[in-house]
């Protein structure tokens, strides 16, 4: 089956609305995600046996067409063995919508697809492991893709398969006008808990957007280089490629200022009865209190969290809204979290903190809203360690220098300010159609195109999922990749 194109003149976008749900329909939601989590859970049992049975039957000496038969690893797969199983291991099956079930089996299919794909060579990034079991602490959610998903006219409320209408705590005007305009269309909906127990629902939506640009796009710089902060004061720091700087937003540090508070709160839990005993090193039933103190601490991650999303936000709405041409750097934050162990937790807490990949993440769609230009630098392009006056590149900088200077013509600048200036001269010197200094191929702007494949069937041996994920010409968030020189 076929990747869905979506149409030409419209792209994807979803829609988040908090929801008050009454203590019923809560239960209902925690029944929908238990339901997914037994369903993968059950069919991983069931995958990890078929496995383990035709390893035992090689180790014997038997024939491929004479070991056991395999599973298929596609959602149809698990699904039709789920089917055949969920009297025996739930008997509560239908209390629930069968899109709970299958939520749980697609993300099953999913981590197998990646797994055996990992295993083979075929899939970029670090290595993936094999799945594994889901706790009753996992993230609830629950997806939903058939059955009766619509806005209510009353605009305060939502309808979902077999969950009914449940009241929403803001208005989803802004989507039921469009849907009643005929200009955006749900495909999915998605049922989800945060940590801090308030239950969400985003609507999964393809709309019309015409390439109508608002007035105040453009009323910035032609081409900009944003610079991301980590161990400074600032999350972003914007300068033109004549090296002017015109903004600088601070970083909100919202994990770091938080810290004092929730290290009193879980101070104050491990003087309460918790769920475990460590004298007894048995589980045993925890108190109201500590419930209660952990859903304090859940309360303060979470506005952490809602903090630096709203920083995020607004500062690269402002850039996609002002500016034509948007040049960011491609860091590899896993990378720089993976080594160092504990002389690096404060390092990894900062890069935590200021969730990096998420501003070039939001900027890769906000830019084809606006119809402005997103250009992402090769990832190792030394915009930190070149000159920005006279081109030098230096051997060595570490995170503790924040000002730079060069030995070659003795310039002195902030080291934010320096490779924001050295990223917008790289955007300076490509257009949209140009070719690549390196060869990379042509410099994509909104226009990128992206290429899909139709799913292949494969044996247990092998892989299949429901949702194949190929993309060529460009990388997962659509965004142009420009190996660039020094800049002179």
């Given at each position: 089956m076929a990747r869905f194109e979506i149409p030409r003149g419209w792209t994807a976008q979803a829609y988040t609305f908090a929801l008050d749900p009454t203590p019923a329909q809560v239960r209902a939601f925690r029944s929908h995600a238990g339901g997914a989590r037994t369903a993968h859970n059950t069919m991983l049992a069931v995958v990890k046996a078929v496995l383990d049975q035709r390893a035992a039957e090689r180790s014997y000496g038997l024939a491929e067409e004479e070991l056991t038969p395999s599973l298929s690893w596609s959602l149809a797969g698990l699904r039709k063995e789920w089917n055949a199983r969920k009297g025996e291991v739930a008997p509560w099956w239908a209390e629930n919508s069968k899109e709970a079930y299958s939520t749980g089996l697609d993300s099953l299919a999913r981590g197998l697809d990646a797994w055996s794909k990992s295993r083979a060579g075929e899939r970029a990034g670090k290595t993936v492991g094999f799945p594994r079991f889901k706790t009753a602490r996992a993230r609830r959610s629950v997806r939903f893709t058939t059955g009766t998903i619509r806005v209510e006219?009353?605009?305060?409320?939502?309808?979902?398969?077999?969950?009914?209408?449940?009241?929403?705590?803001?208005?989803?005007?802004?989507?039921?006008?469009?849907?009643?305009?005929?200009?955006?269309?749900?495909?999915?909906?998605?049922?989800?808990?945060?940590?801090?127990?308030?239950?969400?629902?985003?609507?999964?939506?393809?709309?019309?957007?015409?390439?109508?640009?608002?007035?105040?796009?453009?009323?910035?710089?032609?081409?900009?280089?944003?610079?991301?902060?980590?161990?400074?004061?600032?999350?972003?720091?914007?300068?033109?490629?004549?090296?002017?700087?015109?903004?600088?937003?601070?970083a909100p540090k919202s994990y770091v200022r938080t810290h004092d508070r929730r290290r009193a709160l879980q101070r104050r839990a491990a003087r309460q009865q918790g769920p475990y005993d460590v004298s007894t090193k048995t589980r045993r039933a925890a108190s109201k209190r500590w419930l209660r103190t952990q859903a304090r601490i859940n309360k303060t991650h979470a506005h952490a969290a809602a903090v630096r999303s709203d920083v995020r936000h607004k500062a690269t709405t402002a850039l996609a809204q002002q500016n034509q041409v948007i040049v960011v750097e491609t860091l590899n934050v896993s990378g720089m979290r993976s080594k160092g162990g504990v002389h690096k937790c404060g390092l990894n807490r900062a890069l935590a903190d200021a969730a990096l990949a998420e501003i070039r993440r939001m900027l890769a769609y906000k830019t084809k809203w606006y119809g402005s230009h997103l250009v992402a630098a090769d990832r190792c392009y030394p915009s930190s360690k070149t000159c920005s006056g006279c081109g030098s590149v230096k051997a060595k900088l570490t995170l503790a220098d924040r000002v730079y200077a060069c030995e070659a013509c003795g310039l002195i600048i902030d080291r934010d300010h320096n490779a924001a200036i050295n990223l917008a001269r790289l955007g300076e010197t490509h257009t949209l159609g140009e070719q690549s200094p390196a060869g990379s191929g042509l410099v994509a702007g909104r226009g990128a195109m992206q290429e899909t494949a139709t799913t292949s069937v494969v044996n247990a041996a092998g892989s299949e999922t429901s949702t194949p994920h190929n993309t060529a010409g460009v990388d997962q968030t659509g965004t142009a990749v420009l190996q660039g020189t020094a800049a002179r």
């Open positions: 006219v009353d605009r305060h409320h939502v309808t979902l398969p077999r969950l009914g209408a449940m009241k929403t705590h803001e208005s989803t005007r802004k989507l039921a006008r469009r849907v009643q305009a005929g200009t955006a269309r749900i495909l999915s909906a998605t049922l989800s808990e945060d940590t801090a127990g308030r239950w969400h629902v985003a609507f999964q939506t393809i709309v019309q957007r015409t390439p109508a640009v608002p007035g105040n796009v453009g009323s910035g710089e032609p081409v900009v280089g944003v610079d991301v902060g980590v161990k400074a004061d600032s999350l972003l720091v914007v300068a033109t490629p004549d090296g002017r700087e015109i903004n600088r937003v601070p």
